[in-house]
T-cell receptor, first 111, second 117 residues
Framework: DAKTTQPNSMESNEEEPVHLPCNHS???????IHWYRQLPSQGPEYVIH???SNVNNRMASLAIAEDRKSSTLILHRATLRDAAVYYC????????????FGTGTRLKVLA | GAVVSQHPSWVICKSGTSVKIECRSL??????MFWYRQFPKQSLMLMAT?????????EQGVEKDKFLINHASLTLSTLTVTSAHPEDSSFYIC?????????????FGSGTQLSVL
């Protein structure tokens, strides 16, 4: 299985940046790194994804290490609505296009 | 953006009955869909891969006779929990994979909360 390792939980103050790390040392050369977040009682929501270069979109930025064995999701100014569980996921190496979720990071945003 | 519609959002049923959950990709064709289940405070656990026009592929430990999957068209997959029991109570989530290099993304349904009495 494609494995990712994330801290179980993190806290941030509102309006401050948040850096959510993910280790994926078994990543293959062609796998994209995907980040999703999940609010309570909802399905996961796409945040961002990337391959090698750093990526930016309206929600977040993704910084990918040069060796691609780790990445960091950056929320530039956390809001209370960003409180969620954030998952960093990779495609399973079996070639079946399935994705395996790790434990994720529960982000708590303090007002 | 692409949308995956899942319904019902919640269902309460009596023990021994069967429950069907539908998952539709609304604006792209999905030859492959995925079914996950999630217990409170836990991560998503992949149950099975639904393949259009062929049998589903189940993950280890998932009973294929308990969780029947049908993927009859490129936009619809259904999960039927047969003879449901209280231990089947969980949050079930489907996803569809839009494939294609840098555009590859998973789109998730909003989930179905199943409560078996």
């Amino acid at each position: 299985d494609a494995k990712t390792t994330q801290p179980n939980s993190m806290e941030s103050n509102e309006e401050e940046p948040v850096h959510l790390p993910c280790n994926h040392s078994t990543i293959s050369g062609t796998d994209y790194i995907h980040w999703y977040r999940q609010l309570p009682s909802q399905g996961p929501e796409y945040v961002i994804h990337g391959l090698t270069s750093n990526v930016n979109n309206r929600m977040a930025s993704l910084a990918i290490a040069e060796d691609r064995k780790s990445s960091t999701l950056i929320l530039h100014r956390a809001t209370l609505r960003d409180a969620a569980v954030y998952y960093c996921i990779l495609r399973d190496p079996s070639g079946t296009y399935k994705y395996i979720f790790g434990t994720g990071t529960r982000l708590k945003v303090l007002a | 953006g692409a949308v995956v519609s899942q319904h019902p959002s919640w269902v309460i049923c009596k023990s021994g009955t069967s429950v069907k959950i539908e998952c539709r990709s609304l604006d792209f064709q999905a030859t492959t869909m995925f079914w996950y289940r999630q217990f409170p405070k836990q991560s998503l656990m992949l149950m099975a891969t639904s393949n259009e026009g062929s049998k589903a592929t189940y993950e280890q430990g998932v009973e294929k006779d308990k969780f029947l999957i049908n993927h009859a068209s490129l936009t619809l997959s259904t999960l039927t929990v047969t003879s449901a029991h209280p231990e089947d109570s969980s949050f079930y989530i489907c996803s569809a994979n839009r494939q294609g290099g840098s555009n590859e993304k998973l789109f998730f349904g909003s989930g179905t909360q199943l409560s078996v009495l």
